[in-house]
């Protein structure tokens, strides 16, 4: 079983539109979660960090964690075509901080059409 | 303000030949220090982590190596690429502490032919 899966997409929207992108965690030790977005032939950049059950919002990104059900989501409200790009889904390693190493997930790709 | 280079942005290189890609920090002391590979159209591979000079640590075994000379920089070499190190290679910090918030380099793209 994989640690962290993201749903497997690709994901398109009209421009506009909320998307939702969801990710769920085997660990429940861990305390902390990472979205990432990463374009095109480009590294992944963080957009949001969340540490505690509920809502985190940041301009239009929202990330939404809820321990008890193992899930992270992220929703990026007013979609528009730069959000184009693939979203990845980072937790810590099962067993602990080891050294602050991350397990991603997959990725899934968005598309937000004009 | 943290930066993080890496260096060279593209490299082709033959089956066989010697690899080393070098990762620098700056703004920052005592990082950790990652390398991840990502194929074409797949995740993040984490290959090595640093947590201090001279410390390395593997997470899969294969024909490279990585070594932490200095505080803030960290190299990726291999005596012998093979046609399946082709990738994106990614060179990233964290604080040392508990957040893990990893931050990456705008990676080094490594084409075997």
């Known amino acids: 079983q994989k640690e962290v899966e993201q749903n497997s997409g690709p994901l398109s929207v009209p421009e506009g539109a909320i998307a939702s992108l969801n990710c769920t965690y085997s660990?429940?030790?861990?305390?902390?979660f990472f979205w990432y977005r990463q374009y095109s032939g480009k590294s992944p950049e963080l957009i949001m960090s969340?540490?505690?059950?509920g809502d985190k919002e940041d301009g239009r990104f929202t990330a939404q964690l809820n321990k008890a059900s193992q899930y992270v989501s992220l929703l990026i409200r007013d979609s528009q075509p730069s959000d184009s790009a693939t979203y990845l889904c980072?937790?810590?390693?099962?067993?602990?901080?080891?050294?602050?190493?991350?397990?991603f997930g997959q990725g899934t790709i968005l598309t937000v059409h004009p | 303000s943290q930066t993080i280079h890496q260096w060279p942005a593209t490299l082709v290189q033959p089956v066989g030949s010697p690899l080393s890609l070098e990762c620098t920090v700056e703004g920052t002391s005592n990082p950790n220090l990652y390398w991840y590979r990502q194929a074409a159209g797949r995740g993040l591979q984490l290959l090595f982590y640093s947590v201090g000079i001279g410390q390395i640590s593997s997470e899969v075994p294969q024909n490279l190596s990585a070594s932490r000379p200095q505080d803030r920089q960290f190299i990726l070499s291999s005596k012998k690429l093979l046609l399946s190190d082709s990738g994106f290679y990614l060179c990233?910090?964290?604080?040392?502490?508990?957040?893990?918030?990893?931050?990456f380099g705008p990676g080094t793209r490594l084409l075997v032919l």
């Open positions: 969340i540490y505690s059950n």
């Open positions: 990233a910090w964290s604080w040392t502490g508990t957040r893990e918030t990893q931050y």
């Open positions: 980072a937790a810590p390693n099962a067993g602990g901080t080891s050294y602050g190493k991350l397990t």
């Open positions: 660990d429940r030790g861990s305390q902390s």
